[in-house]
C-alpha cells in the first residue's frame, strides 16, 4: 500500500476525471476508493469503485476497453484525482468515445459525431502493448516477443522494415498499408522494450523542426 495522503469523503470516496493522456479530452468521471486506488497503480489499469453495485470495478473488465494509466494527477486540496490514460476503445457504454459526447447549444442538446484519428489508433496500441508487458497474457504474441527478448525483436523489427521496402518497390498501396502496419506494431514493441512510448519519438521530431 502506498503512504499517498488523499482526502476521502465521509463514504471513502474521491472523485476521477479521466483524460485522454494525447489529446486531453475529458473522458468520464468516476469515483475511487483506497482499495481501487491502490489497485490502478498496482495494475496500470484504471479501477474505480461502483457506487451502485457498491464493489470494485475494472474499467474494461467487459468490454475489453481498458483504460491504461500513464500519469495520476492530485489537485491542491487532495481530494480530487486527473487520470490521464490510453484508451483501449470507447470509454462510453453506448459506444461513443468520451461519456462527454453531447452538448447544450441555443438551448437545446446536441449530440457531436464521434470520430477515431490516426493517433488514437496508435494510443491504443501503444497502451496494450505497455499493459502485456506489464501484466502477461498467455497466448499473447506481444508477450511472445517480449519474453523472446531484444534480439528477436529487433529483428522482427528489421525483417518488417525490408518488407515496407518492398512494398514501395512494388508500388502496391494495399501491400505498403499493411506492411507499415507491421513496422509501426514492432517498432512499439522495441520501444516499449526500452522504456520508452511514441511520446519520446514526438518530442525528438518536435526539437528538429526548432
Not at 2 to 16: H, M, N
Not at 98 to 108: L, M, N, Q
Not at 123 to 134: F, H, L, M, P, T
Not at 197 to 205: P, S
Request: glycine fraction near 6%; proline fraction near 2%.
Amino acid at each position: 500500500m502506498t503512504d499517498i495522503e488523499l482526502k476521502f469523503d465521509e463514504k471513502g470516496l474521491i472523485p476521477a476525471v479521466i483524460q485522454n493522456k494525447d489529446t486531453k479530452e475529458v473522458l468520464m468521471v468516476a469515483y475511487m476508493n483506497r482499495e481501487s486506488f491502490e489497485k490502478t497503480i498496482e495494475t496500470g489499469r484504471a479501477t474505480f469503485f461502483s457506487r451502485s453495485r457498491q464493489q470494485l470495478w475494472v474499467k474494461g473488465e467487459t468490454s475489453g476497453n481498458f483504460m491504461y494509466v500513464s500519469e495520476i494527477r492530485l489537485d491542491c486540496d487532495s481530494d480530487c484525482l486527473v487520470l490521464l490514460v490510453n484508451p483501449a476503445g470507447p470509454a462510453c457504454h453506448t459506444g461513443n468515445r468520451t461519456c462527454f459526447y453531447r452538448k447544450i447549444e441555443d438551448g437545446k442538446i446536441v449530440e457531436e459525431l464521434d470520430r477515431e484519428d490516426l493517433s488514437d489508433v496508435m494510443s491504443v496500441d501503444e497502451a496494450v502493448v505497455i499493459d502485456r508487458k506489464k501484466n502477461p497474457e498467455d497466448g499473447s504474441y506481444t508477450n511472445y516477443l517480449f519474453t523472446k527478448g531484444e534480439d528477436k525483436i529487433l529483428k522482427k523489427v528489421g525483417e518488417e522494415a525490408a518488407e515496407v521496402v518492398i512494398a514501395g518497390k512494388n508500388r502496391d498501396k494495399s501491400e505498403i498499408s499493411y506492411e507499415v502496419a507491421d513496422l509501426i506494431y514492432h517498432l512499439t514493441v522495441m520501444l516499449v522494450d526500452n522504456g520508452m512510448t511514441w511520446d519520446d519519438i514526438y518530442r525528438e521530431m518536435k526539437r528538429r523542426r526548432g
